[in-house]
T-cell receptor, first 117, second 109 residues
Framework: DAGVIQSPRHEVTEMGQEVTLRCKPI?????LFWYRQTMMRGLELLIY????????DSGMPEDRFSAKMPNASFSTLKIQPSEPRDSAVYFC???????????????FGPGTRLTVT | DAKTTQPPSMDCAEGRAANLPCNHS???????VYWYRQIHSQGPQYIIH???NNETNEMASLIITEDRKSSTLILPHATLRDTAVYYC??????????FGTGTRLTIIP
């Protein structure tokens, strides 16, 4: 199993540009999570999907951020327009949530390091 | 904000047992205790979880006090590859993980 795949691994962009981060979850998983990690705020959950449907987006910082999951094997996190304070490592994670199961291990990808200048 | 309290850093000699404490004074009855770790420049990795009973798997052991207000993650024979930040998390169903600042564990050769 290749694990959770994220692309690009590194992204450098100028303020005001659109940035799109991509994630391919583990095959067969039905839940997908986007996190952001900064030195100041640590690791924060931005949004998560279950069966391709957004369940909780309360962590999305503002309207400049949007996430989609058009199918079970692909998700994007878009920032438009980007700002320097968006610089962070963005992680995608996936899990298999089964009805009645007591826990769901989340598998994290390697992350995308975003730098906005 | 994270509800758990962990020491910011710890050292442990290679080959010895590493005992990482966590306080969760406001944990509710249906919340599990999860432990994840994050090795430098990698995504977090699940280690173990528990509700009331002590648990053991191939990576670690988890000791939960009877009142569930604290827990201890035990790495029985620490290696240099165990150097990482360790997060103790309370969650129902693991849907929303709130990561605190964790404990930075350094294994000393």
């Amino acid at each position: 199993d290749a694990g959770v795949i994220q692309s690009p691994r590194h992204e450098v962009t100028e303020m005001g540009q659109e940035v799109t981060l991509r994630c391919k979850p583990i095959s067969g998983h039905n839940s997908l999570f986007w996190y952001r990690q900064t030195m100041m705020r640590g690791l924060e959950l931005l949004i998560y999907f279950n069966n391709n449907v957004p369940i909780d987006d309360s962590g999305m910082p503002e309207d400049r951020f949007s996430a989609k999951m058009p199918n079970a094997s692909f998700s994007t996190l878009k920032i438009q327009p980007s700002e320097p304070r968006d610089s962070a490592v963005y992680f995608c994670a996936s899990s298999l949530m089964l009805w009645g199961a007591e826990y769901y291990e989340q598998y994290f990808g390697p992350g995308t390091r975003l730098t906005v200048t | 904000d994270a509800k758990t309290t962990q020491p910011p850093s710890m050292d442990c000699a290679e080959g010895r047992a590493a005992n990482l404490p966590c306080n969760h004074s406001t944990i509710s009855g249906n919340e599990y205790v999860y432990w994840y770790r994050q090795i430098h420049s990698q995504g977090p990795q699940y280690i173990i979880h528990g509700l009331k009973n002590n648990e053991t798997n191939e990576m670690a052991s988890l000791i939960i006090t009877e009142d569930r207000k604290s827990s201890t993650l035990i790495l029985p024979h620490a290696t240099l590859r165990d150097t990482a930040v360790y997060y103790c998390i309370e969650s129902v169903g693991n849907e929303k993980l709130t990561f605190g600042t964790g404990t930075r564990l350094t294994i000393i050769p």
